[in-house]
Structures are given as structure tokens and as C-alpha cells.
């Protein structure tokens, strides 16, 4: 499970980057809406198993 964390962090700041260059607002909002993919996958991924599924 941890790779997949580390994964995502990576893409995350890869695309953080990206937006810091990014000139056009289109390729803005396609990277805000990668990061905010991410985001929830990590939310997801950091929630604590449900008793019993541990």
C-alpha cells in the first residue's frame, strides 16, 4: 500500500511543479483537476480500515 502512497505523493509534486509553469489557464485547470484526483485518492488510502477488514 505504501508504494501507491508514494506513487501519488510523487505525481502530486510533479504536477505541483507543473502548475507553477503553467502558462495557459486550460492547462491550469487540468492540473488542478489531477491534483484534486489525487488528493481524494490519498483521503481515501489514509482512512483507517473498517473493524474487521484489518
Given at each position: 500500500?505504501?508504494?501507491?502512497?508514494?506513487?501519488?505523493l510523487l505525481r502530486?509534486?510533479?504536477?505541483?511543479?507543473?502548475?507553477?509553469?503553467?502558462?495557459?489557464?486550460e492547462d491550469r485547470d487540468k492540473?488542478?483537476?489531477?491534483?484534486?484526483?489525487?488528493?481524494?485518492?490519498?483521503?481515501?488510502?489514509?482512512?483507517?480500515?473498517?473493524?474487521?477488514?484489518?
Amino acid at each position: 500500500m505504501s508504494t501507491v502512497i508514494e506513487n501519488l505523493l510523487l505525481r502530486k509534486q510533479k504536477l505541483v511543479e507543473q502548475l507553477e509553469k503553467a502558462q495557459s489557464i486550460e492547462d491550469r485547470d487540468k492540473i488542478e483537476h489531477q491534483l484534486d484526483q489525487i488528493n481524494t485518492a490519498l483521503d481515501f488510502l489514509d482512512r483507517p480500515a473498517p473493524k474487521g477488514e484489518a
